[in-house]
C-alpha cells in the first residue's frame, strides 16, 4: 500500500529526489509529473551550499516540500547545526544557513525533517533524513607541513641528483578542478638548486665544491594550482649540507725533511714523520708514500697513520754506522683511492726529499751465529773441546771479547770461544743440555758489563752402548706344586737404559741347565719359563731362584743376570692358585703397614681434637677472669658483697671465723684434716624472710637460680643486690671502712695459710710496718 502522505526535498539549485515511505516519487522539471517508483525503501536526499559566500545572511539552502495538504503542518529540524546555523520555515519548509560555512571546518551536515500537527504536536509522517553538503571554493593556500628542512647532497654531483624532498598541502577539496594543486619554485639558491612539480629538490650546477662551500640555504615557495600564491605561510627553508668526497691530493707540507737516528734503532722504531696536507675529510683520506728515489725500499719503509695522515718512516732491517752513515731520497705522496671524475688536482704529485744521518753508538758483541748446536759422546775426554762459538765487536774500535757459560755446572769457555765439559756427560742423565753463552768486550782489560750479547748453545749427548738390559719389572711368579711339564709360567721381557734404537735384540739364557725350569726366547725381545719336569715339593722348597742372563746385541755388547724368583704354591684341579706363602707374608706385611698408618692417622686427629677443645675452654675461663685490682675496685665502686655464705654450697666460709678465733691462741694453724664446717651448717628456714618483704622474697628466688645453676661463674658471687643476709655466720668480709674501724682482729696469720690465701694475705696483713686494710 502507498504511504498516506509524502515529504518532499527540493533544492534551491535543482530538484531532487522525494522521500516516500514505502515508495518514491521523483519531480521531472519538463512534464512537472510525478514519477512513481514502487518498492524503493530509503533514499538519501542531498542539499548544496558554497562555502564563504559573499552575500547577505541568510543563505537559502533549499525546501521541504510534503505532499500532505495539511493547514496544521509545521515543518521541524534536528542534527548538525539545527536551529543554529540552519533554519527552516514552519510554514513554507525553506531551509535557510545564518552562517558562512568553512568546508575544509566542516564539509557535510547530517539533518532530519519532521513535519508536525501545530495542535497536537505529533508526527504527520515518518521523519526523513538528508544531508546539506558544503561546496568548495579555492580559498586555501598550499601550506610546507614544516617550516626547514634538511637535505644532503655528495659535493660534485651531476646535475639534476636529487637533494631531498618538500611537502605544502592545500585544505581545498582535491577533487574540484584542481583546487588542491600545488606548484614549487626556488626563489632564493635557484643558481644551485630547483624544484620540480612533485618537490623534489635536485642540484642545479655541476661544480659544488664542499672544500669551497659546505652548506647551503635556500628558500623554497608553495603556489597553489589555480593561481593563488601564499603568503609567509607558503614558504620554508631548506638547508642542503655537501657530503664530502675524497677529490683532493695530498700535498707535502713541508718539502724537505732532515732525520737523525741511532744506529742501534730496533726495527719497529720510528726514523720520523712526514706530514701532507689534504684538505678533505679524515675519513676520505688515503694518501700512499712511495719512493720516487735513492732505492732504499730494502732498507725503509713508509707507514701511513689513518687518522693523521702522516707517513712513518722506519728501518726495515739493522742500520749500520760502520756500513752507512746517511741516506737520502725523494719520497711521493699520492691519493690512490681519490676520484678523479670530479677532482680539481687530477693526476697532481707532490714529493718530498729526505735525509737520514745515522749516529754511531758502541754497540754490545755480535756472534757470527744466532745459535749454535754441537754433538758430543758420552763419556768422552773432558779435555777435548765441544765446540767453538765466535763474537765479534761491531764497532770500528773492534775491542777484543771475552765469553763466560751462564748458570751452568756442566760447561765451561775459554777465551777463544772453545766449549769444554765440566764432568763426564752421561746421556741417560740428561740427553740434552741448552746452555747460554755470553760475549763482553774489554777494554784496557776490564769487562765492560753494558756491552754484553748472548747466545744460545744447544749440545746433544750422543749415545753408547754402556747399559746391560735389566728386568722391565721385579717379577714375583708362582707355580702349582703339581704342574706339569711344558706350562708356561711367565713370559718375561727387558729394558735397557741406553738409547733404544729399531734394531736392538735382547737374548735371554739360563745361566745353569740343573733346575726344574726351561727358558724359550720368542725372539721378539720377550722369552717364556717352563716347567721341564713337574711335580713341585712346597714342604722341601717353597721359592726357586732363577738365575737368567739378558745381552743385547749393542756395540760393544752388553749382558747382565737378573734373578728370577718362583713361588711354589697350591694349586685346586682348574690349576687356580690357591696359596702362596710368600704371596701371604707380603700380604702381611703390607696391611700392618696399612693399619699402622691407620692409627697414627687416628692418634694425630685425636690430639688436634684435644687441644682444640682444650683452647676453647680457656677461652671461655679467660672471658670471666679479672685480676684483684679489678674486683677490688668493683667492690668499692658498687658496694656490693654479695649474697653471704646462704646461697652457696662452694665454699665453707666459717672457717675464717673458726680459725681467726684459734689464731688468737695458736699463732699458727695446724694442717689436721678435719669435716667440712659449712657442711654442718644448716640454713634457717624461708619463713625467717618473710619479715623483710618483697627484696627478701626476691634475695631467695636469686639464690635459688644460683643454688641450682651449675654454669654461671663464679658460683659465690651474685651482683644484684647490696643486702648481705642477717643469718651469714662469717659477719660480714666487707672491706669497706675497715680503715677507720677500731677492729683489733690481727690478720697476719693469713701468710701461714699456705699460697690459696695469699692474696687476702696481701690486702689485710700487716707489712712493712703499715696498714694495708681497706
Known amino acids: 500500500m502507498l504511504a498516506s502522505c509524502h515529504l518532499l526535498l527540493l533544492s534551491s539549485a535543482m530538484l531532487v529526489p522525494t522521500f516516500v515511505h514505502g515508495e518514491d516519487l521523483s519531480w521531472t522539471a519538463a512534464t512537472n509529473k510525478v514519477h512513481k517508483r514502487l518498492r524503493r525503501e530509503w533514499i538519501w536526499n542531498k542539499m548544496h551550499i558554497s562555502e564563504e559566500k559573499n552575500e547577505t545572511l541568510p543563505h537559502h539552502v533549499g525546501r521541504i516540500i510534503s505532499s500532505i495538504q495539511n493547514s496544521n503542518a509545521m515543518y521541524v529540524l534536528e542534527g548538525d547545526g539545527a536551529n543554529s546555523i540552519f533554519k527552516v520555515d514552519e510554514n513554507t519548509g525553506d531551509v535557510s544557513a545564518y552562517e558562512r560555512l568553512d568546508r575544509e571546518k566542516k564539509a557535510e551536515y547530517q539533518l532530519t525533517a519532521h513535519i508536525l500537527d501545530r495542535t497536537t504536536n505529533k508526527s504527520l509522517e515518518p521523519p526523513s533524513k538528508f544531508r546539506i553538503i558544503v561546496q568548495d571554493v579555492n580559498d586555501n593556500a598550499p601550506i610546507f607541513v614544516q617550516r626547514v628542512f634538511n637535505g644532503s647532497v655528495f659535493e660534485m654531483s651531476p646535475v639534476g641528483t636529487s637533494v631531498t624532498t618538500v611537502t605544502a598541502v592545500d585544505a581545498d577539496d582535491p577533487t574540484l578542478l584542481g583546487y588542491a594543486d600545488v606548484d614549487y619554485k626556488v626563489i632564493k639558491g635557484q643558481n644551485y638548486f630547483r624544484i620540480d612539480k612533485s618537490g623534489v629538490i635536485r642540484t642545479a650546477a655541476a661544480n659544488l665544491d664542499r672544500e669551497q662551500k659546505a652548506t647551503y ?20 627553508t631548506v638547508r642542503i649540507t655537501l657530503i664530502d668526497i675524497n677529490d683532493n691530493s695530498p700535498v707535502f707540507n713541508p718539502t724537505k725533511y732532515q732525520f737523525e737516528v741511532l744506529e742501534n734503532i730496533t ?67 699520492t691519493d690512490g683511492d681519490i676520484s678523479y671524475a670530479n677532482s680539481k688536482t687530477k693526476g697532481s704529485k707532490s714529493i718530498a726529499t729526505v735525509s737520514i744521518r745515522v749516529i754511531d753508538v758502541d754497540e754490545p758483541p755480535v756472534f757470527n751465529r744466532p745459535s749454535y748446536m754441537f754433538e758430543v759422546v758420552e763419556g768422552s775426554d773432558i779435555k777435548k773441546a765441544i765446540g767453538f762459538v765466535s763474537a765479534i765487536d761491531p764497532d770500528r774500535a773492534k775491542r777484543e771479547i771475552r765469553y763466560r757459560v751462564l748458570r751452568s755446572n756442566y760447561f765451561k769457555i775459554s777465551n777463544n770461544g772453545a766449549i769444554f765439559a765440566e764432568r763426564i756427560l752421561d746421556r741417560e742423565e740428561h740427553s740434552w743440555h741448552n746452555i747460554t753463552v755470553a760475549a763482553n768486550e774489554i777494554e784496557n782489560g776490564k769487562i765492560l758489563p753494558q756491552l754484553e750479547t748472548h747466545a744460545q748453545v744447544f749440545i746433544k749427548v750422543r749415545d753408547i752402548n754402556d747399559n746391560a738390559p735389566q728386568f722391565t719389572e721385579p717379577y714375583q711368579p708362582g707355580v702349582c706344586e703339581n704342574a706339569a711339564p711344558g706350562k708356561v709360567i711367565i713370559r718375561i721381557s727387558a729394558v735397557d737404559k741406553d738409547e733404544m734404537f729399531p734394531g736392538l735384540k735382547f737374548t735371554y739364557s739360563l745361566i745353569s741347565d740343573e733346575s726344574n725350569f726351561t727358558l724359550i726366547d720368542n725372539h721378539d725381545n720377550t722369552a717364556n719359563i717352563t716347567v721341564k719336569y713337574g711335580e713341585f715339593n712346597r714342604e722341601l722348597v717353597k721359592t726357586h731362584y732363577l738365575p737368567i742372563l739378558i745381552s743385547d746385541n749393542g756395540l760393544p755388547p752388553q749382558s747382565s743376570t737378573n734373578t728370577l724368583s718362583i713361588h711354589v704354591c697350591k694349586c685346586n684341579e682348574a690349576g687356580e692358585f690357591t696359596f702362596c706363602e710368600e704371596a701371604a707374608k707380603q700380604m702381611g706385611v703390607s696391611v700392618q703397614a696399612l693399619v699402622a698408618i691407620f692409627v697414627c692417622i687416628l692418634t694425630i686427629f685425636v690430639i688436634v681434637l684435644l687441644i682444640a677443645l682444650r683452647r676453647r675452654h680457656k677461652k671461655d675461663l679467660n672471658v670471666l677472669r679479672k685480676n684483684v685490682a679489678e674486683i677490688h675496685e668493683q667492690l668499692v665502686a658498687y658496694d656490693e658483697e654479695g649474697g653471704g655464705e646462704m646461697d652457696t654450697t662452694s665454699y665453707d666460709v666459717s672457717i675464717l671465723n673458726s680459725v681467726r678465733q684459734s689464731s688468737m691462741t695458736s699463732p699458727r694453724m695446724t694442717q689436721e684434716s678435719r669435716p667440712c664446717v659449712y657442711s654442718q651448717v644448716q640454713k634457717p628456714p624461708r619463713h625467717g624472710l618473710s619479715g623483710t618483704g618483697e627484696m627478701a622474697i626476691m634475695i631467695e628466688m636469686k639464690k635459688d637460680e644460683a643454688d641450682n645453676d651449675g654454669d654461671l661463674l663464679p658460683y659465690d658471687t651474685l651482683h644484684i643486690f647490696g643486702y648481705e643476709g642477717a643469718e651469714s655466720i662469717a659477719e660480714s668480709l666487707s672491706s669497706l671502712g675497715s680503715g677507720s674501724s677500731d677492729s683489733d682482729i690481727d690478720y697476719d696469720f693469713l701468710n701461714d695459710w699456705g699460697p690459696r690465701f695469699k692474696m687476702l694475705a696481701e690486702l689485710y696483713g700487716l707489712e712493712g710496718g703499715e696498714d694495708f686494710a681497706y
Open 267 to 333: 726495527l719497529n722504531g720510528e726514523v720520523g714523520k712526514l706530514t701532507v696536507e689534504d684538505i678533505d675529510e679524515p675519513q676520505n683520506r688515503n694518501t700512499k708514500y712511495s719512493f720516487a728515489s735513492g732505492n732504499f725500499q730494502d732498507t725503509f719503509l713508509i707507514i701511513p697513520k689513518p687518522y693523521t695522515n702522516e707517513g712513518i718512516i722506519k728501518p726495515k732491517k739493522p742500520l749500520d754506522f760502520e756500513k752507512t752513515s746517511s741516506y737520502q731520497f725523494s719520497v711521493e705522496a
Open 217 to 236: 640555504e635556500i628558500v623554497v615557495q608553495a603556489i597553489d594550482g589555480k593561481g593563488l600564491q601564499a603568503a609567509e605561510s607558503g614558504t620554508a
